[in-house]
């Protein structure tokens, strides 16, 4: 029996450590609450085969698609087959989806999906009663829980071989005083970083803590560059999520002179890929002066909308819009992190002793775009697998990484407003190098101590910002949620053969693409 340290409470934190605690001794630590995470947000719901008239083929198929050419077969196989059996697994464990009235579950439907597979709870609270249920389950078990613990490091050894060994975590506790938790194994289930961006659907909480402590344990990242932007999120402060679910029942995106203006862009229109749609909103805003754009559900009807989109309808009626009868103002916001520790199918990293689950990994099933309502089925799917993958005898992954060269000379305090507005303005929907140079040179001059909770998130965001900026940097390519308008094309050669695999080593951080030698350009990574 192993101590095995989980950290996070969403979907794939609470599916690990009630999946491992069979077999382990589990203590599950976050920096808030208990059902503080990103999972208590999601609304579209989870994408799963469930129905007759669908098939794995097809989920595989879609999801593909949106990955742009860089999604992992191997791992888009996994999640597509193994889905529908994990999704039985939830409703065992009381998660209860909403049904129609012969009894089957509700289907709903979301961009990029050729079948409605995506269902839901609460209408548009699925993520809320997923992480009730699982709450439930996991304190019905002898499962050690610690709530407002910041982890602030991992804990390494080094093996004979000279290569780093997972031994703990490194913590500020809740009286603020610093402790180590010991462990043979730690699973980062601790999310993205939506905080990275001025604008994000995501909960404060979201600073990507455990990929900033995985890299500088030295795991390898990847795919950082690719962070996706949901299309619409309502253009009021903290823009809350307006569910893609909500386009699927057929509400329209409007500019300012009552123009559908997404056919002009894509013959799906408002169900295009979701980059698509946030870059055709981005720019039909650019137009206007940056005035928001207006998704109008209105055909809907109000009754409709207050019994599908509850919380929506709820959180339009606290900023004054009935959107039954109004369209409402949208923009693009940053939601989901494609990239992340590096991973295989079963968790693994390539520290031995580390293993992440859910969004802070990369297992390469997302590629460059997230298919909508893949993301609570990968943090379920994955997460299961790892907690299984902990019985086996540990191993590290291999990769073979490039390797960016750091060393952080900056001496400037920031605030986290300062860097969200530069993530937002220099490396968001659209980045070209003469911004991400610049972005660079500012980051590579700012510097934040690591003694409290808010310094050591800062300290976290700020290694993640220039990370996305040197990723962004070398790829030269438009791919997904990546666009480059100085390489607007997609460049099939370009696509794995510039993945970037970080692996934290120091040296100097390069802020010029110019610095990055050309040599690099050519390797490659494998798992
Ligand atoms: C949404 O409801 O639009 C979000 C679903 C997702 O991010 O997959």
Known sequence: MARVIVVGTGIAGLITAYRASAHHDVVLVTKAELAESNTKYAQGGIAAVLFPDDSVASHVADTMRAGAGLCERDAVEVLCSEGPLRVQELIS?????????????????????????????GGDATGLAIEVALLRAVRALAVETYAYTFMRDLVTETDADGKPRVTGIDVIAPDGNSRVIDGDIVVLASGGAGQLYKHTTNP?????????????AGAALSDVEFFQFHPTSLAVPGNPLVSEAVRGEGATLLDENGKRFMFDVHPDGELAPRDVVARGIARAMEKQGGRPIMLDATALGAEFLATRFPGITEVCAEHGFEWGTQPIPVTPAAHYWMGGIRTDIDGRTSVRGLYAVGEASCTGVHGANRLASNSLLESLVFAWRAADALNEPQRAIEVDALEPQFEI???????????????????????????????????????????????AENANLLDLARLVVVAALRRKESRGAHERTDYPETREELAFSTRWAAVNVAGDFIPAEDRIPAEDQAETVTR
């Open 93 to 121: 464990l009381g998660v209860e989806f909403d049904r129609i009235k012969n009894g089957e579950l509700a289907r709903g439907h979301e961009a990029a999906h050729s079948s409605r597979r995506v269902v839901h709870a």
């Open 409 to 455: 000379t900056g001496k400037e305090p920031f605030t986290r407003d300062q860097l969200r507005e530069l993530m937002w303005t220099h490396v968001g929907l659209e980045r070209n190098a003469t911004r991400l140079e610049e972005a660079a040179a500012i980051l590579a001059s700012w510097h934040s101590e690591a003694n409290t909770v808010e310094g």
């Open 204 to 216: 404060f909480v979201t600073t990507g803590d455990g990929v900033a402590a995985a890299y500088r």
